[in-house]
């Protein structure tokens, strides 16, 4: 009997069995996390890349805004969408969100379009529930070459966790222990009861990284609303600058942070400093407001006070 460690899956085995699955007429919503800078977005290329003869093509399928992801997953069949920061389109602090309401619809509704779909967010269950109960795979990188592949249990009856999420949570509280007692140990995912195996994977070549980050950073500003800011100026200066100019809701300025690695709450601080330093006379929330009520006011529904930030 081979042992649940010694499972291990190349990139070709795990992207014909995809491209299998998705021409067997079912979806394929993969999940990858991992910390930033560990390769989630590069294992999700090698994935995406695997199928340039069957049509994906980053420029059209390299996606970073909640409707973007929509049109693509309710315009085509049997096609990709990679979600590459799964942050601004299906974060679970923004489940009363219209739009999210609407994306795990369109992901339900249009599972017939047999389309593989991949998304890339830290931290798992940052998804909203709902979007997790529809992922096939998800994908953890624990650091940059090594995946853990992981899929819900079909089995179970009687749970309505196909994660099996208080089990695992035992499992790696275990682990995290016996590292703790010894960190020359390694973590044994494989002990996971949805561990299907590890892949091993190398980084972009230079061509292909080059090419990502450019598509990256052009639409990755369009999500964000944050466009036409001049490229030198540092992170908080560029907000300030786009906050002033009535260009960003809370949501944005929300992801914003989360993607930079920068803690809201800090950010908001130094921007109504700057404000003040500036005689401005107004704080954030003021600026953050205005946006959330002409939103408010288009959408027609809802309360104001609901949308107001707590700033």
């Not at 992901?107 to 909203?128: E, Q, V, W």
């Not at 299907?196 to 070549?205: A, N």
Request: proline content about 3%.
């Amino acid at each position: 009997m081979v042992s649940k460690s010694n499972i291990i899956w190349t990139l070709k085995e795990l992207t014909t069995c995809l491209r299998e699955r998705q021409l067997n007429k079912y979806d394929v919503y993969i999940g990858v996390s991992g910390k930033r800078g560990d390769g989630k977005s590069t294992i999700l290329f090698k994935i995406f890349n695997s199928f340039k003869k069957d049509g994906f093509n980053p420029e059209k399928h390299q996606e970073y805004s909640r409707e973007k992801i929509i049109s693509l997953l309710a315009n085509q069949q049997f096609g990709f969408c990679w979600d590459d920061e799964a942050i601004n389109s299906g974060y679970k602090r923004d489940f009363q969100n219209k739009g999210q309401k609407d994306m795990i619809k369109i992901i339900t509704n249009y599972r017939d379009n047999f389309n593989i779909c991949g998304s890339a967010i830290p931290f798992f269950y940052s998804l909203d529930r709902d979007l997790r109960e529809l992922i096939f795979l998800h994908i953890h990188v624990p650091e940059r070459g090594i995946a853990v592949l992981l899929m819900p249990l079909e089995t179970s009856i009687h749970s309505t966790d196909p994660w099996d999420t208080k089990i695992n949570i035992k499992i790696e509280q275990q682990e995290n222990k016996r590292i703790k007692e010894n960190p020359n140990l390694k973590f044994r995912y494989h002990r996971f009861t949805t561990f299907v195996g590890y892949l091993y994977f190398g980084p972009m070549t230079p061509k292909q990284e080059k090419r990502y980050l450019e598509i990256k950073k052009r639409k990755r500003s369009l999500s964000l609303n944050i466009v036409g800011i001049e490229e030198q100026l540092d992170f908080n200066q560029k907000i300030y600058n786009a906050l002033i100019e009535g260009k960003v809701t809370q949501e944005a300025l929300q992801g914003a942070c989360f993607i930079e690695g920068k803690k809201y709450s800090s950010v908001t601080t130094m921007l109504n400093i700057m404000l003040r330093d500036n005689g401005v006379g107004k704080t954030v929330g003021d600026f953050l407001i205005k946006k959330q009520r002409k939103v408010l006011l288009n959408n027609n529904k809802g309360q104001i006070d609901d949308l107001l930030p707590n700033l």
